[in-house]
């Protein structure tokens, strides 16, 4: 257990849909990540929130939003969902520098 | 950040010493140099990083040139557990506005009995 909480594990939802993922940070972290990874591209940043704030922007699909609560935890909100949206999302959270820690991830298959 | 290069896949034998290179021949002064590896589709995992000295946890060591364009990941004593997909990322430190950290490709180890 990394410590970094992310659920659901699975998800399988239809096209058009929309979809929450939830993340709860290690205790005392105070930055969140969002990752996609998805065969054909990578591992791919798609934003980056510090204590509630917005701070970095990857390569995120306006359809895409996210949000950084006040205890810390974060929901990537995916609507208008297609079929290259299936993925594996992951979250990873930090303290203040020097190394990420991973969550296990949610695998979302749209059909 | 500056971009990485590494070998797209490496074999190792298990108990031998697993050499992975990355070269990052555009690295700046302030940027540090990160390893993690990702086993089969679970998050990736922190191993090492390192400025300008050598770095050595229980995991592994780091060695990188003192031009800094180039590093090592060495894991000592490869076992059937480290097979992986291994990144090394260069990025400025620190978890606020410069945390972003950038994937490449990779190297894909296999360990072999």
């Known amino acids: 257990d990394s410590g970094v909480t992310q659920t659901p594990k699975h998800l399988i939802t239809a096209t058009g849909q929309r979809v929450t993922l939830r993340c709860s940070p290690r205790?005392?972290?105070?930055?969140v990540y969002w990752y996609q990874q998805s065969l054909d591209q990578g591992l791919q940043f798609l934003i980056q929130?510090?204590?509630?704030?917005?701070?970095a922007k990857g390569n995120i699909l306006e359809r895409f939003s996210a949000q950084q609560f006040p205890d810390l935890h974060s929901e990537l909100n995916l609507s208008s969902l297609e079929l290259g949206d299936s993925a594996l999302y992951f979250c990873?959270?930090?303290?203040?520098?020097?190394?990420?820690?991973f969550g296990s991830g949610t695998r979302l298959t749209v059909v | 950040d500056a971009k990485t290069t590494q070998p797209p896949s490496m074999d190792c034998a298990e108990g031998r010493a697993a050499n992975l290179p990355c070269n990052h021949s555009?690295?700046?002064?302030?940027?540090?140099v990160y390893w993690y590896r990702q086993i089969h589709s679970q998050g990736p995992q922190y191993i090492i990083h390192g400025l300008k000295n050598n770095e050595t946890n229980e995991m592994a060591s780091l060695i990188i040139t003192e031009d800094r364009k180039s590093s090592t990941l060495i894991l000592p004593h490869a076992t059937l557990r480290d097979t992986a997909v291994y990144y090394c990322?260069?990025?400025?430190?620190?978890?606020?506005?410069?945390?972003?950290?950038?994937f490449g490709q990779g190297t894909i180890l296999t360990v072999h009995p």
């Open positions: 555009t690295i700046s002064g302030n940027e540090y």
């Open positions: 205790s005392g972290d105070l930055s």
């Open positions: 990322i260069v990025s400025l430190a620190g978890g606020t506005s410069y945390g972003k950290l950038t």
């Open positions: 929130y510090y204590n509630g704030e917005e701070r």
């Open positions: 990873a959270s930090s303290l203040s520098s020097y190394g990420y820690t």
